[in-house]
Protein backbone atom coordinates (compact mmCIF):
# COMPACT_ATOMS: atom_id res chain seq x y z
CA UNK A 1 0.00 0.00 0.00
CA UNK A 2 1.21 3.22 -1.11
CA UNK A 3 2.68 4.85 2.44
CA UNK A 4 1.74 8.81 1.43
CA UNK A 5 -1.71 7.54 1.17
CA UNK A 6 -1.93 5.93 4.70
CA UNK A 7 -0.04 8.72 6.16
CA UNK A 8 -2.70 11.44 4.41
CA UNK A 9 -5.67 8.51 5.65
CA UNK A 10 -4.56 8.44 9.32
CA UNK A 11 -5.28 12.17 10.41
CA UNK A 12 -8.27 12.17 8.09
CA UNK A 13 -10.11 9.66 9.40
CA UNK A 14 -9.19 10.67 12.63
CA UNK A 15 -10.65 14.20 11.98
CA UNK A 16 -13.94 12.47 10.99
CA UNK A 17 -14.15 10.06 13.77
CA UNK A 18 -13.25 12.65 16.15
CA UNK A 19 -16.33 14.92 15.28
CA UNK A 20 -19.51 14.92 17.21
CA UNK A 21 -21.70 12.55 15.51
CA UNK A 22 -24.33 9.83 16.80
CA UNK A 23 -22.01 6.99 18.11
CA UNK A 24 -20.02 9.62 19.38
CA UNK A 25 -22.91 11.07 21.24
CA UNK A 26 -24.22 7.36 22.34
CA UNK A 27 -20.70 7.35 23.73
CA UNK A 28 -20.88 10.06 26.04
CA UNK A 29 -24.55 9.71 27.15
CA UNK A 30 -23.62 5.91 28.38
CA UNK A 31 -20.13 7.15 30.16
CA UNK A 32 -22.58 9.37 31.87
CA UNK A 33 -25.05 6.95 32.75
CA UNK A 34 -23.08 3.26 33.15
CA UNK A 35 -19.32 4.66 33.30
CA UNK A 36 -16.82 3.77 30.83
CA UNK A 37 -16.02 0.50 31.96
CA UNK A 38 -19.76 -1.16 30.93
CA UNK A 39 -19.58 1.27 28.01
CA UNK A 40 -16.94 -0.90 26.37
CA UNK A 41 -19.50 -3.27 25.47
CA UNK A 42 -21.70 -0.70 23.41
CA UNK A 43 -17.85 0.27 21.78
CA UNK A 44 -17.84 -3.13 20.45
CA UNK A 45 -20.92 -3.15 19.28
CA UNK A 46 -20.36 -0.24 17.01
CA UNK A 47 -16.62 -1.08 16.13
CA UNK A 48 -18.05 -4.52 14.67
CA UNK A 49 -20.76 -2.54 13.07
CA UNK A 50 -18.01 0.20 11.33
CA UNK A 51 -15.79 -2.70 10.60
CA UNK A 52 -18.90 -4.29 8.64
CA UNK A 53 -19.77 -1.26 6.94
CA UNK A 54 -16.11 -0.62 6.20
CA UNK A 55 -15.77 -3.87 4.35
CA UNK A 56 -18.79 -3.40 2.66
CA UNK A 57 -18.03 -0.53 1.35
CA UNK A 58 -15.39 -1.81 -0.50
CA UNK A 59 -16.71 -5.01 -1.53
CA UNK A 60 -19.22 -3.03 -3.16
CA UNK A 61 -22.35 -4.26 -0.80
CA UNK A 62 -23.45 -1.12 -0.18
CA UNK A 63 -24.91 -1.25 -3.88
CA UNK A 64 -27.35 -3.69 -2.22
CA UNK A 65 -28.57 -1.26 0.28
CA UNK A 66 -28.68 1.38 -2.46
CA UNK A 67 -30.47 -0.61 -4.50
CA UNK A 68 -33.05 -2.02 -2.18
CA UNK A 69 -33.37 1.52 0.31
CA UNK A 70 -36.56 -0.20 2.02
CA UNK A 71 -34.37 -2.56 3.74
CA UNK A 72 -32.22 0.10 5.38
CA UNK A 73 -35.00 1.71 6.07
CA UNK A 74 -36.60 0.02 8.23
CA UNK A 75 -33.66 -0.83 9.84
CA UNK A 76 -32.71 2.99 10.60
CA UNK A 77 -36.46 3.17 11.74
CA UNK A 78 -35.97 0.22 14.17
CA UNK A 79 -32.92 1.24 15.61
CA UNK A 80 -34.55 4.79 15.85
CA UNK A 81 -37.05 3.97 17.94
CA UNK A 82 -35.35 1.58 20.27
CA UNK A 83 -32.86 4.30 20.88
CA UNK A 84 -35.96 7.05 21.17
CA UNK A 85 -37.40 4.87 24.05
CA UNK A 86 -34.14 4.36 25.79
CA UNK A 87 -33.86 7.91 25.73
CA UNK A 88 -37.62 8.22 27.46
CA UNK A 89 -36.97 6.21 29.79
CA UNK A 90 -33.28 7.93 31.12
CA UNK A 91 -35.50 10.87 31.13
CA UNK A 92 -38.25 9.57 33.59
CA UNK A 93 -35.74 7.93 35.49
CA UNK A 94 -36.54 4.28 34.36
CA UNK A 95 -35.04 1.58 32.83
CA UNK A 96 -32.08 -0.15 32.69
CA UNK A 97 -29.52 2.77 31.92
CA UNK A 98 -31.41 5.39 34.67
CA UNK A 99 -29.37 6.73 37.48
CA UNK A 100 -30.68 5.86 40.47
CA UNK A 101 -31.25 8.28 43.38
CA UNK A 102 -28.17 6.30 45.33
CA UNK A 103 -26.35 7.49 42.06
CA UNK A 104 -26.42 3.48 41.39
CA UNK A 105 -26.87 2.47 37.70
CA UNK A 106 -28.98 -0.68 37.33
CA UNK A 107 -26.93 -3.25 35.19
CA UNK A 108 -28.14 -3.42 32.02
CA UNK A 109 -27.35 -6.11 29.57
CA UNK A 110 -23.54 -6.40 27.86
CA UNK A 111 -25.21 -7.76 24.92
CA UNK A 112 -27.87 -5.74 24.88
CA UNK A 113 -25.53 -2.51 24.54
CA UNK A 114 -23.52 -4.46 22.42
CA UNK A 115 -26.63 -5.05 20.15
CA UNK A 116 -27.13 -0.55 20.58
CA UNK A 117 -23.78 -0.43 19.37
CA UNK A 118 -23.53 -2.37 16.13
CA UNK A 119 -27.36 -0.87 15.49
CA UNK A 120 -26.23 2.46 15.54
CA UNK A 121 -23.13 1.91 13.57
CA UNK A 122 -25.00 -0.25 10.72
CA UNK A 123 -28.19 1.86 10.26
CA UNK A 124 -26.04 5.44 10.50
CA UNK A 125 -26.34 6.74 6.69
CA UNK A 126 -23.82 9.05 7.07
CA UNK A 127 -21.77 6.23 8.02
CA UNK A 128 -22.28 4.61 4.83
CA UNK A 129 -22.03 7.68 3.02
CA UNK A 130 -18.37 8.64 4.18
CA UNK A 131 -16.87 4.44 3.89
CA UNK A 132 -18.25 4.28 0.06
CA UNK A 133 -16.99 7.83 -0.47
CA UNK A 134 -13.35 7.80 1.71
CA UNK A 135 -12.27 4.24 1.65
CA UNK A 136 -12.55 3.40 -2.53
CA UNK A 137 -9.55 6.06 -3.26
CA UNK A 138 -7.32 4.72 -0.75
CA UNK A 139 -7.31 1.30 -2.77
CA UNK A 140 -4.99 0.44 -4.61
CA UNK A 141 -5.95 -1.52 -7.39
CA UNK A 142 -2.43 -2.91 -8.81
CA UNK A 143 -1.99 -4.65 -4.75
CA UNK A 144 -4.02 -7.33 -3.12
CA UNK A 145 -7.16 -6.18 -1.70
CA UNK A 146 -6.94 -8.17 1.52
CA UNK A 147 -3.83 -6.79 3.04
CA UNK A 148 -5.15 -2.98 2.09
CA UNK A 149 -8.64 -3.39 3.46
CA UNK A 150 -7.07 -5.06 6.91
CA UNK A 151 -5.13 -1.86 7.43
CA UNK A 152 -7.38 0.28 6.75
CA UNK A 153 -9.65 -1.10 8.58
CA UNK A 154 -7.51 -1.36 11.73
CA UNK A 155 -7.07 2.00 11.46
CA UNK A 156 -10.30 3.16 11.39
CA UNK A 157 -11.16 0.67 14.08
CA UNK A 158 -8.00 2.55 16.72
CA UNK A 159 -9.62 6.08 15.87
CA UNK A 160 -13.31 5.13 16.53
CA UNK A 161 -12.14 3.21 19.90
CA UNK A 162 -9.93 6.19 20.91
CA UNK A 163 -12.91 9.05 19.89
CA UNK A 164 -15.03 7.06 22.02
CA UNK A 165 -12.78 6.69 24.89
CA UNK A 166 -12.61 10.53 24.73
CA UNK A 167 -16.11 11.13 24.70
CA UNK A 168 -17.10 8.10 27.19
CA UNK A 169 -14.90 8.94 29.77
CA UNK A 170 -15.83 13.12 29.29
CA UNK A 171 -19.29 11.80 30.15
CA UNK A 172 -17.88 9.71 33.27
CA UNK A 173 -15.91 13.17 34.20
CA UNK A 174 -19.70 14.74 33.80
CA UNK A 175 -21.33 12.68 36.07
CA UNK A 176 -18.66 12.87 39.29
CA UNK A 177 -19.19 16.29 38.48
CA UNK A 178 -23.08 16.20 38.60
CA UNK A 179 -23.12 12.82 41.02
CA UNK A 180 -24.90 14.66 44.04
CA UNK A 181 -28.36 13.19 44.95
CA UNK A 182 -30.13 16.18 44.00
CA UNK A 183 -28.39 16.44 40.80
CA UNK A 184 -29.22 12.88 40.10
CA UNK A 185 -32.32 13.48 37.98
CA UNK A 186 -31.31 16.44 36.12
CA UNK A 187 -28.36 14.06 35.20
CA UNK A 188 -31.01 11.32 33.81
CA UNK A 189 -32.68 14.36 31.91
CA UNK A 190 -29.62 15.28 30.06
CA UNK A 191 -28.52 11.65 29.52
CA UNK A 192 -32.19 10.52 28.21
CA UNK A 193 -32.50 14.29 25.83
CA UNK A 194 -29.06 12.90 24.32
CA UNK A 195 -30.30 9.42 23.88
CA UNK A 196 -33.78 11.21 22.08
CA UNK A 197 -31.25 13.25 20.18
CA UNK A 198 -29.56 10.00 18.59
CA UNK A 199 -32.86 8.46 18.18
CA UNK A 200 -34.31 11.40 16.23
CA UNK A 201 -31.33 12.38 14.24
CA UNK A 202 -31.01 8.68 12.91
CA UNK A 203 -35.13 9.19 12.01
CA UNK A 204 -34.55 12.22 9.77
CA UNK A 205 -30.67 11.31 8.24
Known amino acids: MDSALLWAFIPTF ?3 SITPGMCMTLA ?3 GMSIGY ?3 LWM ?6 GVAVVSVAAVLGIASIMLNYPWLFTGF ?5 GYLFYLGVQMWRSRGK ?3 STDN ?13 GFVTAIANPKGWAFMVSLLPPFINSNVDLAPQLFILVSIILVSEFVCMTLYATGGKSLKHMLGKADNVKLMNRIAGTLMMGVGVWLFVS
Not at 43 to 48: D, F, T, V
Request: glycine share 6%; proline share 0%; charged share 15%.
Open 28 to 30: LTL
Open 14 to 16: FFV
Open 104 to 116: QTTVSNDWDLVVQ
Open 37 to 39: KRT
Open 97 to 99: LAI
Open 76 to 80: KFIGA
Open 43 to 48: MIGELA
